[in-house]
């Protein structure tokens, strides 16, 4: 007699979210079989007898609030011979994040350890204030920005539409607070999505880190990073007189090789030798940046 269980959709084993998920198991056999046990934190396993012949079970767990865990769902067959589903369910973590003091770059990178959990930003906010950025907390499952976003200014909301980027006045909704309170620390729930200000119920807390999210050009300049809507620009003009590689950029044509030269060149604003410019520290360098031709 042959008995041949084969999970669908993961490895050797079953890994579920903490926000508890159904995955389905496809047992094949030649004898007749039970579901004898299940973990306490899964519904029971359905269906949960067959006979010969392939079939689909479906096994749900539920929502996990506390720590990772681990069981198996036992399969039986008359022969009093025994075979198991693994199953691994994440725990519910919970984040503590501390507000950044953004005295440079204005968007931050969360970390657990070497994965990143969340984003920080400073940012305008339609609605919000017409002068003023708000501080955003934004979660970041699987590592990607999520467009939904908690001021902690105000414990206000902001919900970013990407299908609504060309339309300024829809791009975004910004829901005003009852409290106008601000924090320098909030907690945010990766199974569930939930920020608070306050330490929310069923997660295993954890510290984080943040990181300035800065762009290094080649010549080694770092640049702050401002976030502009669902984009990312440098908070200061490009000052790099070398391409992605290293090959210097021409500079200081003549006027005449500038209006026919059909590759890429660069200069300062009133000075044509962008080089001299950065070694003179010429202020139109410092302050504008670098020109380059289209």
Same mark, same amino acid.
Request: aromatic share 12%; with cysteine.
């Given at each position: 007699?042959?008995?041949?269980?084969?999970?669908e959709?993961?490895?050797?084993?079953?890994?579920?979210?903490?926000?508890?998920?159904?995955k389905?198991?496809?047992?094949?056999?030649?004898?007749?079989?039970?579901?004898?046990?299940?973990p306490?934190w899964c519904?029971?396993?359905?269906?949960?007898?067959?006979?010969?012949?392939?079939?689909?079970?479906?096994v749900?767990?539920?929502?996990?609030?506390?720590?990772?865990?681990?069981?198996?769902?036992?399969?039986?067959?008359?022969?009093g011979?025994?075979?198991y589903?693994?199953?691994?369910?994440?725990?519910?973590?919970?984040?503590?994040?501390?507000?950044?003091?953004f005295?440079?770059?204005?968007a931050?990178?969360?970390?657990d350890?070497?994965?990143?959990?969340?984003?920080?930003?400073?940012?305008?906010?339609?609605?919000?204030s017409?002068?003023?950025?708000?501080?955003?907390?934004?979660?970041a499952?699987?590592?990607?920005?999520?467009?939904?976003?908690?001021l902690?200014?105000?414990?206000?909301q902001?919900?970013?539409?990407?299908?609504?980027?060309?339309?300024?006045?829809?791009?975004?909704?910004y829901?005003?607070?009852?409290?106008?309170?601000?924090?320098?620390?909030?907690?945010?729930k990766?199974?569930?999505?939930?920020?608070?200000?306050?330490?929310?119920?069923?997660?295993t807390?954890?510290?984080?880190?943040? %990181? /300035?999210? @800065?762009?290094? +050009?080649?010549?080694? =300049?770092? &640049?702050?990073?401002?976030?502009? *809507?669902?984009?990312?620009?440098?908070?200061?003009?490009?000052?790099?007189?070398t391409?992605?590689?290293?090959?210097?950029?021409?500079?200081?044509?003549?006027?005449?090789?500038?209006?026919?030269?059909?590759?890429?060149?660069?200069?300062?604003?009133?000075?044509?030798?962008?080089? %001299? /410019?950065? @070694?003179?520290? +010429?202020?139109?360098? =410092?302050t &504008?940046?670098?020109?380059?031709? *289209?």
């Amino acid at each position: 007699m042959y008995t041949h269980i084969l999970p669908e959709h993961c490895a050797s084993l079953a890994v579920y979210a903490a926000q508890g998920e159904t995955k389905e198991f496809t047992v094949t056999a030649n004898t007749a079989w039970e579901v004898v046990s299940w973990p306490s934190w899964c519904q029971q396993p359905s269906p949960a007898q067959g006979t010969t012949g392939s079939a689909v079970i479906a096994v749900t767990a539920l929502e996990n609030y506390m720590e990772q865990r681990d069981s198996v769902v036992t399969l039986r067959i008359p022969s009093g011979e025994k075979y198991y589903i693994s199953l691994t369910q994440y725990g519910a973590v919970l984040y503590r994040v501390e507000i950044p003091a953004f005295s440079s770059t204005r968007a931050f990178n969360v970390y657990d350890g070497e994965q990143k959990v969340a984003e920080v930003c400073k940012e305008y906010i339609k609605g919000y204030s017409e002068t003023q950025p708000a501080v955003v907390l934004y979660g970041a499952p699987a590592g990607v920005r999520a467009n939904t976003g908690f001021l902690a200014d105000n414990c206000g909301q902001v919900v970013w539409d990407p299908a609504q980027a060309a339309n300024a006045a829809g791009f975004c909704t910004y829901t005003a607070p009852v409290s106008s309170q601000s924090y320098t620390v909030l907690y945010y729930k990766p199974s569930t999505g939930e920020i608070s200000p306050v330490e929310l119920p069923n997660g295993t807390l954890k510290n984080t880190t943040n %990181a /300035a999210v @800065t762009f290094t +050009d080649w010549e080694g =300049t770092v &640049y702050n990073i401002v976030k502009v *809507g669902l984009t990312y620009w440098t908070g200061s003009n490009l000052r790099a007189l070398t391409y992605a590689g290293g090959t210097t950029i021409p500079t200081n044509l003549a006027t005449t090789a500038w209006t026919s030269t059909t590759s890429g060149a660069c200069c300062v604003y009133g000075n044509p030798d962008a080089g %001299a /410019a950065k @070694t003179g520290s +010429d202020i139109n360098f =410092t302050t &504008y940046g670098v020109l380059y031709n *289209g």
